[in-house]
Antibody
């Protein structure tokens, strides 16, 4: 089955660090650009970060630049999001999403998300 | 505040048509034919419904259609059905610096 499964979300104090994972299955992971998109409680979607199939190119939203790092291990079909210096405004459900083969800025497969809560 | 502007709500009766607008700028919606639309039911992941302004992925009913004029894109849902009740988000490519921007979402209610 083609799917994405996120993990790693939890309650964390402001200033803390956290690593999210996204496990892919059912497709050739290395052929696809992968992304993180987040959704604060009751709010809309916000693009966070994008990583090319080979891991050589990354793009990050201004709101997370210098704090979040996206990476992948194609041998394990897994993508990661390392988050540092977390703030209350980073509280959200974090979705991993696959970039479409039509263009990587369309997200054609999504995971169910993992909740990150930043609070003291 | 979201980069793209959508109405917070829209509604229609079963069988009717509803159009949701999405307004951006020349740096996103107006500058590229790279608008997409996502449907999200409560507690679930978003689903790609429209890409490249008006194209439908395989499996999306042809009741869903997209268009664009200038800085404003639109999603039209024809022949409304109960299962169409959901939140809808527009998105646009916005250049290599700020790759993707989303709208704030529109809650579609089927009366």
């Amino acid at each position: 089955e083609v799917q994405l499964l996120e993990s790693g979300g939890k309650l964390i104090q402001p200033g803390g660090s956290l690593r999210l994972s996204c496990a892919a299955s059912g497709f050739t992971f290395s052929n696809y650009v992968m992304n993180w998109v987040r959704q604060a409680p009751g709010k809309g979607l916000e693009w966070v970060s994008t990583l090319s199939g080979g891991g050589e190119s990354t793009y990050n939203a201004d709101s997370v630049k210098g704090r979040f790092t996206i990476s992948r291990d194609n041998s394990r079909n897994t993508m990661f999001l390392e988050m540092e210096n977390l703030r209350a405004e980073d509280t959200a459900v974090y979705f991993c999403a696959r970039g479409s083969q039509h263009a990587y800025w369309y997200f054609d497969l999504w995971g169910r998300g993992t909740l990150v809560t930043v609070s003291s | 505040q979201s980069a793209l502007t959508q109405p917070p709500s829209a509604s229609g009766s079963p069988g009717q048509s509803v159009t949701i607008s999405c307004t951006g700028t020349s740096n996103d919606v107006g500058g590229y034919n790279y608008v997409s639309w996502y449907q999200q039911h409560p507690g679930t992941a978003p689903k790609l419904m429209i890409y490249e302004v008006s194209k439908r992925p395989s499996g999306v009913p042809d009741r869903f259609s997209g268009s664009k004029s200038g800085n404003t894109a639109s999603l039209t849902v024809s022949g409304l059905q109960a299962e169409d009740e959901a939140d809808y988000y527009c998105s646009s490519y916005a250049g290599s610096n700020n790759l993707v921007v989303f709208g704030g979402g529109t809650k579609l209610t089927v009366l």
